[in-house]
Nanobody
Framework: QVQLVESGGGLVQAGESLRLSCAASGRTFSMYVMGWFRQAPGKEREFVAA????????RYADSVKGRFTISRDNAKNMVNLQMNSLKFEDTAVYYC?????????????????WGQGTQVTVSS
């Protein structure tokens, strides 16, 4: 079991930045591929970014590529999502997730554990 707690959400204006963090507890953090997903009101959950166990491989949704950066610190059991040049359409609840797989995956169903989410609201 692993417990995930997100933080860092808030209200920002378009063009500004936010940094989301996800703290993990429980089993060895480095066993997990980590991902970020988001869900906007009335929409399905979508993949945002994922990072391999030791950070050597990352994947991004096309909609955030070049603006968002995922990183992890295995010594601190943390995964972060730096979000720059935020747009109104980035408004959503952002979820951290952990996957026992070996490579970053984009499908939410493959992730084994989820946090409760943190709200990001971008005003236009």
């Amino acid at each position: 079991q692993v417990q995930l707690v997100e933080s860092g959400g808030g209200l920002v204006q378009a063009g500004e930045s936010l940094r989301l963090s996800c703290a993990a507890s429980g089993r060895t953090f480095s066993m997990y591929v980590m991902g970020w997903f988001r869900q906007a009101p009335g929409k399905e959950r979508e993949f945002v970014a994922a990072i391999s166990r030791y950070g050597g491989n990352t994947r991004y949704a096309d909609s955030v590529k070049g603006r968002f950066t995922i990183s992890r610190d295995n010594a601190k059991n943390m995964v972060n999502l730096q979000m720059n040049s935020l747009k109104f359409e980035d408004t959503a609840v952002y979820y951290c997730a952990a996957d026992l797989g070996t490579e970053p995956r984009t499908t939410g169903a493959t992730y084994d554990y989820w946090g409760q989410g943190t709200q990001v609201t971008v005003s236009s």
